[in-house]
Each structure stands twice: as C-alpha cells, then as structure tokens.
C-alpha cells in the first residue's frame, strides 16, 4: 500500500480540496449560525477543517499531525476561511453552500482519510471507521462548539456516505486494484448518498415508539 | 505489574463487559434524550462505550488506542448499540437502565482504567486519575454531544465513586495484594457509592451563597 | 534552543502560575454558571487549568503529557480550585476574577506553550499556533462543558492576544534573543491587549450585512 509519486499526489491534492471545502463550511456556519467576527469566522473554518485529520493522526498515533509538519494544510485552511469571509457578503443565501461544502468535505475526507489509515498500517475495519472518523470529525467539532447536535447523530444519512465511501477504497486497494480511479469513485459515492439523503430528508429507522421526530437543530 | 494469563483475560472480560453496559446506556440515551435514529443510536453507544478506553490510551501513549488494534471492543460496542435500539420498544421506560448501565460502565471502568495504567508504568496518583478519567470520559463526550451539562460536573457523586473504585484496585496493586478480588471489590465499592448518591440524590457542599440549587440537565 | 537550568526553572514557575491562574478561572466559572458543587467546581477548575497544555502535548506527539508526568501540575491545579471554592463567599461578584484570571492564563499560557512547542522542535508557524492553542484550548474546553459559545470564538479579542504572545516569544528565540526578558514582553503583550479588548469590547471586523452582533453566551 505503498504509493507511487503520482499516488501521493493525488492523495494531497482530494486531502487539500477536502479542508478547502471544509473550511468553507465551517466558515459560512460561523457567519450563519454564530455571527462571529472574522477571528471567530476563520478559527471555525480551521478547526473544521482540521479537526478530522488532527483525530485520525491522533488515533493512529501518527503525531505530530500532518497539520503540524505540512504547512500546507494550515495555509489552505485559513484561505478558505478567509474566502468564506469575503464571499458571505455577495451571497443571498448560506444554506446551500453550507451543505455543499460539507459534503465535498465529507467524501474527500472519507477517502483520503481511509487511505492514510491503510498507509500506517491499519487493517481493513479499522480502516473504513478511521475514514469515517476523518470525514465526520472535523464538522462535529464544529457543531458542539456552535452549540449544535453534531449532524453525525442526527441528519439525514451522513456516517453512512461517508462509510461506504471509505470501504469502496479500502476493498479497492485490499483487491489489489488501488489508485486514483477507485479513490474517485468512492468519493463520488459518498457525494451522491449525502446528496440524496440530504435533498429527500432520508433518514435510518428510528426505534418504534420514539415519538415523532425531534431533530434538535437550530440551523 | 505485569499479569499472568489469566488476569489479562480477566481484565479484558471486565473491559468488554463495561464497554458493553456503557453501549447501551449510550444507546438508550440517544434514543431517549435526543430522538435519534438507529445510526445516531449506534454511533451515540459506541462513542460512549470507546470514549474512555480511546482518551485513557491517548494520554498513556498507547496509540493506536486497543479499540483500533483489538476488534473485539468495536464488536462488543456496536452490538450494544443494536441491543439497545431493539430493546427500547419493549421497554416503558428508559431512565432506569440509563442509570443503571452507566453506573455499571463507570466502576468497570473506572478498575480496568486504573489497571491499564499500571500496566503502562502510571505512578500510583497518575493510575487513580487515569482510571477516573477512564469511567467518566465517555460519558462526558457523551453529555456534550446531546447538550448536556456533563455527569461528572453536575450530579450526584459521579467522579467520587470512580476515584474510590480506582483507588482500592492501585492501592492493592501497591500493596502487592492486586488480582481478581480486589478488582471486583473496587468495581464493587465505585457501584454501590455511585448507586447511593443517585438513590439519595447526594451531591457534595455548594459553595457558601451560592444560591439555590441549579442542575442544568434535560434528561 | 535548549535552555540552561535556569530559564527552564522559569518557564516551569511560569506555566505552573498559568495552571493556577486557569484553575481559579474555571473553578469560578463552574461555581457562577453552572452552580456545580464542590467536585464539580475543582474538575471544572483542573480541566481549564490542564487542557491546554494536555492539547500542546497530544498535538506534539509528547506523552504522556507533562500533566502526568510531574505532579507539580495536578497540585497546583486541584489548589486553584479548592481556593476558588473557599473564596467564593467572601467575593460578591466573581465576573471581575472570573476575567482577570482567565486573561492571566491566557497570557501565559500563550509563552509558554510556543516556548515548550519550540524545545519540541516545532518550526515558526507551528510554536505560533500551538502556543495560541495551549493558551485558548482550555477555556475552550470549559466552555463547551458548560454549554457557551467559546471565547475563542465569540469574544472581544481572545486568539489574537495570545497569539500576538507567542509571536514575540518564537521571533525572540529565532532571533537568538529569547530568555526570561521577552518571555515577559510577551505574556504582557497578550495580556495588555486581551484586556484593552475586553474594557472597549473590542472585537474584529464582522462580514458586511451579517446582521446585528449576536453573541450567544449566558454568562
């Protein structure tokens, strides 16, 4: 599971887009949900874009985190944050993008993280969880510092995606047939379930009895 | 500090079994507290049930924490989240096993932390808070991530009862005495002290003037 | 950038008045907000007091972290707490303390972790950030547990003092410049500003049309 130089390119470049999109995100829900000043804005958008990585290096024991040796992660982060913030004014609305971008983030994150999982070592279910880990983490920090249930408990399909987008790579590369083609696809995966999940308001069975629905959201 | 088979069959058994009632109690407090649906369920038990054991082996050091490198807590963890969203149909209420089960997660875990830190090399002060730390940390993930103001900051003897649970398993092992019985007696101490203090609503002195009593939780 | 036995002496005097500065911050917090009771106040108190610093060190790939590795830490802040709780019935209002403590730790904390970040070996950026996030990570923490908005987030100039702080501290070290002198320079530089920020609620520029400022806190 070792990459070619083209592979661990690749590899940066979806992980790059990934804290883009995500910094994106947590920048507009810091505008939308929060009001923070630029300061607030952009530390959101960071620790959004950040948190899921910091916690897959973190549980793999991979420290410092590629956060702290790649000052690319940290300047990508902040420009995203910075764009959110120029951008919230010429946008009649944020809920679209928000959602967006949280998906983008989501199944990059769930394939790349997936990926730097099977680099270190991890085996096949470990593997799939630390993708779901990466991709879920960052925006679930998020949500408890703007004082939200985090979306990985409550919204409509998002562990899910982001689950079967990291074991569309990881049964990929344990078959042998790893690379860039079966990153892309699991990424447009997880991208379409959220997609769907999001736009029909699907969501998983709830336990009979439960009472009607109660989504603790304020977004 | 190092054991023989047996004990380290035995510690794992106590392991998995307080991972296995903290899965549920999560579980039923999702369900419960936050209407979520069976993915959230799920998540919500395995984030309870994992959450101690993954903050205990992070400060240790002892990364990849077992939950990665042991397949045995994930299984243990998720079928404790399907048997808790199975079971809530049957049941009229929830808040008593609620109770009950993290009572039971907090003293197993609250021994096999402390264990676990000895096992590392903890000094004696070091194995008591780590163990407490162990018993309370999944919980307390838990609270913030369904907006309540964590167990161990606001009710009734919840920290208390691990410390002393914690503290009977590293003293014997100080002592030289450690071993299956004094395991059992500190889980059994940290069960019946946490039992008490929720039975009798204890809670330890409020500062002086503090005003009247003011329990932030929904539960 | 090692340091000789003295500056090393310092910069433990200073982290350790840090600790005790942030442990009498959260212990008051926990008493005026969520009128937690003793334990509640002294592991509300140790938490805002260690959290920053265990942050710095899981980040640094430095564990255990220095919290359970020199009992000095635990002492200090488990005394902060206790003395916040005997004090707190002589005091009529714990706002000021509350703020002047919490600016204290910031301060200092913001030094001390880049200079911790540095004898780790972090590069410029890197000691920048991880000073900003030892000195915000706490208060971060605490304010999560009691369900507010962070003060990184939300409140008049928070990261930009301590990170103006640690800036001064890892341009003197570049500089071959560093020692207890610009130490000092730079925990007062935080300090001054976060309180300027605080008298004149100061805050940084919102995005245009984000409407009225919404701070969400209750305190």
């Known amino acids: 599971m070792t ?6 390119t690749t590899a940066l470049v979806l992980d790059l887009a990934g804290t883009f999109a995500f910094a994106l995100n947590g920048a507009f829900t810091g505008i939308r949900v929060a ?12 620790i959004t874009a950040l948190g899921g990585g910091i916690l897959r290096d973190v549980l793999l024991g ?16 902040t420009a995203g944050g910075l764009v959110a913030f120029a951008a919230a004014g010429q946008l009649e609305r944020l809920a679209l993008p928000i959602t967006v971008f949280d998906a983008l983030g989501l199944s990059l994150f769930a394939v790349t993280g ?14 799939v969880l630390l993708g779901t880990i990466t991709a879920a ?8 510092l703007v004082r939200r249930v985090p979306s990985v408990l409550s919204s409509e399909l998002y562990a899910i995606p982001a689950m079967l ?44 009895g439960s009472g009607p629905v109660g989504r603790a959201t304020e977004g």
């Open 137 to 144: 983490g960052g925006g679930t920090i998020r949500d408890v």
């Open 62 to 77: 991979a420290l410092p985190p590629a956060t702290f040796s790649d000052w690319r992660y940290l300047v990508v982060a």
């Open 3 to 8: 990459g070619s130089p083209a592979t661990v």
């Open 35 to 46: 009001r923070l000043d630029i300061v607030g804005v952009v530390t959101l958008g960071m």
């Open 165 to 208: 987008g990291a074991a569309v790579v990881v049964l990929a590369a344990r078959a042998g047939v790893g690379g860039l083609v079966w990153t892309l696809v699991g990424a447009a995966v997880a991208l379409v379930v959220r997609l769907v999940g999001v736009g029909f308001r699907l969501n998983a069975p709830r336990p009979p």
């Open 114 to 127: 997936a990926t730097t999982a099977l680099v270190h070592g991890a085996g096949t279910g470990q593997a």
